[in-house]
């Protein structure tokens, strides 16, 4: 089975420029989250959507960040303008609506797109 | 927000047996979960725990005690495969967070021959 699918898995851009990232979540799957890692911060959560609806976007650090998701199989994360100072990885992840014994609300993560704003 | 507190790094030798653990404060728990982390990868799912006990899947254990809002991963037998950072995950079901994970800062663990 295919796993969490993003593009583009690098991206090396200017201060100013326009950023989109995309994720295909696993079939079936009914919960999106995009998560940034850098150094400092670690894992944080920038938005969640379940069943396409954005449920939780507090971490989200300013206007300059967007996501959307137009149907359950697609989703875009834009910064606009990019700044040095975003320069992470971003992480897709999906989880399933069914819940068992041995994985509960398990989320599977993409391979991430790593940013470098210059 | 949640307070997920896990040590930084450790170091280990082949073959040997190592323990991490995780403390964390949460209302609404739901679940606990640890991933493993590899440098430039993705994380990726180890163990999930929902009641106290332990849970254990070949060379790795996790164990939790709800009462005490603690968990750790065992890991037996260690390989050098082993280096990773292994990140501890808390799962809420209050209100509109529901099924999101909060995630500790990761323990790097280092595996010596």
């Known amino acids: 089975d295919a796993g969490v699918i993003q593009s583009p898995r690098h991206e090396v851009t200017e201060m100013g420029q326009e950023v989109t990232l995309r994720c295909k979540p696993i079939?079936?799957?009914?919960?999106l989250f995009w998560y940034r890692q850098t150094m400092m911060r670690g894992l944080e959560l920038l938005i969640y959507?379940?069943?396409?609806?954005?449920?939780?976007d507090s971490g989200m650090p300013e206007d300059r960040f967007s996501a959307k998701m137009p149907n359950a199989s697609f989703s875009t994360l834009k910064i606009q303008p990019s700044e040095p100072r975003d320069s992470a990885v971003y992480f897709c992840?999906?989880?399933?609506?069914?819940?068992?014994?041995?994985?509960?609300?398990?989320?599977?993560f993409g391979e991430g797109s790593w940013l470098t704003v210059v | 927000g949640q307070n997920i507190d896990q040590p930084t790094e450790m170091t280990a030798t082949e073959g040997a047996i190592v323990q991490i653990n995780c403390t964390y404060q949460?209302?609404?728990?739901?679940?606990l979960f640890w991933y493993q982390q590899h440098a430039g990868e993705a994380p990726t799912f180890l163990s999930y725990?929902?009641?106290?006990g332990l849970e254990e899947k070949g060379r790795f254990s996790s164990f939790l005690s709800r009462s005490k809002g603690y968990s750790y991963l065992l890991l037996k037998e260690l390989q050098m495969k082993d280096s990773a950072s292994y990140l501890c995950?808390?799962?809420?079901?209050?209100?509109?967070?529901?099924?999101?994970?909060?995630f500790g800062r990761g323990t790097q663990l280092t595996v010596w021959p």
């Open positions: 992840a999906s989880s399933s609506p069914h819940r068992d014994r041995y994985s509960g609300n398990t989320i599977y």
């Open positions: 959507f379940n069943n396409n609806v954005p449920i939780d």
């Open positions: 995950a808390v799962s809420e079901n209050r209100g509109s967070t529901l099924g999101r994970l909060y």
């Open positions: 079939s079936g799957h009914n919960s």
């Open positions: 725990n929902v009641l106290d």
């Open positions: 949460t209302s609404g728990f739901n679940g």
